[in-house]
């Protein structure tokens, strides 16, 4: 299993209030990427970083921010969360591959957020 | 944004029984991947394609990288209580790109 992993697994906040999640990896792989995932819509990128302090928006990215200060760690804060943000969180990490940018990726165990 | 369709979305098979499940677009993809996920943990990644017309094996699991470039299969042979789940396809749009799309899923279900 890739050296991945995700904290806190399961949190309960509520509305208004500041989130951040963390991933953590022991691979020292270049690319980390965080989505979301929910039923009907299944895996949705969030913001993805590319190297230390290099970071970049994906599709569903409003109301969302990261930071990449270590290789190792990269962090999503929710600014002040609502309840549409209640979702399960994946951390993904991969290292280039076969020529691609973004070769294969590997996902931490997942957050459940809950936003009451 | 772009879409895969996964099909189909769920089935029931005996303990035993060969698999099919595959994803179509309406865009050429550069890489396909397919990730299997159990329940309360994050997706496994099974077989990566690079090249159109590639065919993979994983044990009893054989994915394909369909001619076009717009699809993708996945086949478990002799099906086992453990494969039970639900298996993602997911494709790189562009060469260069972060960005994997993701399909829906096909929740797989094993009768013993």
């Known amino acids: 299993d890739a050296g991945i992993t995700q904290s806190p697994r399961h949190k309960v906040t509520e509305t208004g209030t500041p989130v951040t999640l963390r991933c953590h990896q022991t691979?020292?792989?270049?690319?980390m990427y965080w989505y979301r995932q929910d039923p009907g819509h299944g895996l949705r990128l969030i913001h993805y970083?590319?190297?230390?302090?290099?970071?970049d928006k994906g599709e569903v990215s409003d109301g969302y921010s990261v930071s990449r200060s270590k290789t190792e760690d990269f962090l999503l804060t929710l600014e002040s969360a609502t309840s549409s943000q209640t979702s399960v969180y994946f951390c993904?990490?991969?290292?280039?591959?076969?020529?691609?940018?973004?070769?294969?990726?590997?996902f931490g165990p997942g957050t459940r957020l809950t936003v009451t | 944004g772009q879409q895969l369709n996964q099909s189909p979305q769920s089935m029931f098979i005996q303990e035993g029984e060969d698999v099919s499940m595959n994803c179509t677009s309406s865009s050429i993809f550069n890489t396909w991947l397919w990730y299997k996920q159990d329940p309360g943990e994050g997706p496994v990644l099974l077989i990566a394609?690079?090249?159109?017309?590639e065919l993979t094996s994983n044990g009893r699991l054989t994915a394909q990288f369909g001619i076009t470039r717009k699809d993708s299969f996945l086949n478990i042979s002799a099906s086992i209580p453990s494969d039970v789940g639900i298996y993602f396809c997911?494709?790189?749009?562009?060469?260069?790109?972060?960005?994997?799309?993701f399909g829906k899923g096909t929740k797989l279900s094993v009768i013993p």
């Open positions: 993904a990490i991969s290292e280039s591959g076969r020529g691609f940018l973004v070769g294969e990726q590997y």
């Open positions: 394609l690079y090249k159109a017309g």
């Open positions: 997911a494709g790189q749009l562009r060469a260069g790109s972060y960005q994997l799309t």
């Open positions: 970083s590319y190297g230390v302090k290099d970071t």
């Open positions: 691979e020292n792989h270049r690319y």
